[in-house]
């Protein structure tokens, strides 16, 4: 067997997810500490606070015109390691900056610029790093693992950053981030994976663009999964923008209870990321498509029907984000394993940039649809057809499962 054909071995994949669950957990940390800093110590108001959130996703709108034809130019191990780097010096220069007195929201503004920036290169090269990474057996075992430890992190890392928050301050917790950059980057230092880069076309960075933007157009599975995933996530959209509301103002819960209802949905994604390639194996990629957005929808509908009783709405709602986290978190997980076996190596940056900015350019328009259908009618009816969405979606995924592959 080559070289090529084994990948990376048993103990470097152990470092390598060792760095990828730091870095998540750490990412809760200035995920909590950035906005505390400005509200307690800046007392920037919402406007302020609008900004910041606009300055970091900013840059994934850039995602299909830089960050793709970045990674498919260069190194994608390399543009890890530095990305994770320019994140880490990035938010350790906070600490500096906030001894001498300059770290006001001007500094902030552009620290969360450039943080989305680097994200976006980071994410897009990384997800066409892992096929050169892992072999194809393993690829499903790789989303879904990597689907859990963001769960993981979720579940645990905003109370611990919080209690850091609480002890020694907010620029303690942005640091820790920092830190967790850097032992990201040299997790990643260690992998010998060869990525072979993709010479520029002779017509320039426009040709070289557009054979990204072909090669999408010309591959009709990957066209399938992107067009499920904009259906999903609008659906997943409307529903989050009206959830909260729903649940504290309709069925009165108080916030512990909305905490440990979510926290069960952080619960289900993260055996569900666990056992993924088991699911794979069993069941196949095209029923973990299918069958996942289905049982998000199904979710969706016991929520809209929950009842008064809060006891009894509690356990529904609960229940019903588990089941909604581990179905999003299978169909997640087929999607991205079967667009990465699909996609040719040497276009992934630019067919993956372009997918992740229309598949989650969708979210914020999902969101203002829920939103304006819940003031128009009520948030039930908003998260019943939040529900809906997502059945066609599963319903017309299913009818044309047959142009994807069911096991690599």
């Keep these: ?48 606070m609008g900004l910041l959130v606009a300055c970091a996703g900013l840059p994934a709108l850039l995602g299909p015109f830089v960050a793709g034809p970045v ?7 390399l543009l890890l390691v530095v990305t994770d780097l320019v994140r880490c010096a990035a938010l350790l220069a906070v600490l500096p900056l906030h001894w001498a007195g ?46 859990a430890l963001h769960s993981a992190a979720s579940l645990a890392g905003p109370s611990l950053a919080g209690a850091l928050v609480q002890a020694v301050g907010a620029v303690a917790a942005i640091v820790v981030d920092g830190i967790s950059f850097l032992v990201s980057a ?14 520029r076309s002779s017509g320039g960075y426009k040709a070289f663009l557009a054979d990204g933007f072909r090669a999408l157009r010309d591959t009709p599975p990957v066209l399938l999964l992107g067009f499920s995933s904009c259906l999903f996530n609008l659906a997943a959209g409307a529903s989050q923008a009206v959830i909260v509301y729903f649940a504290i103002k309709v069925l009165g819960f108080p916030a512990l209870l909305l905490g440990l209802a979510t926290s069960a949905g952080l619960v289900g994604g993260l055996v569900t990321g666990l056992v993924a390639r088991k699911l794979s194996d069993a069941l196949g990629l095209r029923t973990m498509l299918s069958g996942g957005i289905l049982l998000a929808s199904v979710a969706e509908f016991a929520i809209a029907v929950a009842p008064a009783d809060k006891a009894v709405a509690f356990a529904v709602i609960a229940t019903a984000q588990c089941v909604a986290t581990s179905g999003a978190v299978a169909y997640m997980t087929a999607n991205a394993t079967l667009r990465q076996h699909l996609v040719p190596e040497h ?46 979606a599963a319903l017309w995924l299913f009818t044309r499962r047959r142009v994807l592959p069911d096991r690599l």
């Design 1 to 48: 067997m080559s070289q090529a054909e084994l990948r990376e071995g048993p103990s470097r994949q152990r470092m390598f997810w060792l760095g990828r669950g730091v870095s998540f957990f750490g990412s809760e940390f200035s995920t909590l500490g950035i906005p505390l800093y400005c509200v307690v110590v800046l007392g920037a108001g919402p406007a302020e």
């Design 71 to 77: 990674v498919d130019l260069f190194d994608r191990r």
């Design 102 to 147: 300059a770290l006001n929201l001007t500094v902030l503004l552009g620290l969360q610029f450039v943080l989305g920036a680097a994200s976006t290169l980071y994410d897009t090269a990384l997800f066409a790093f892992l096929p050169s990474y892992f072999p194809p057996h393993q690829l499903a075992m790789a989303n879904g693992r990597s689907s």
């Design 186 to 199: 040299l997790t990643i230092g260690h992998s010998t994976a060869e990525v072979p880069t993709t010479k």
């Design 347 to 392: 276009v992934r940056g630019r067919v993956f940039a372009t997918l992740r900015l229309l598949t989650r350019g969708v979210m914020p328009l999902g969101a203002a649809a829920g939103g304006l259908l819940a003031a128009g009618t009520s948030p039930r009816f908003a998260i019943a057809a939040a529900g809906m969405g997502q059945l066609v």
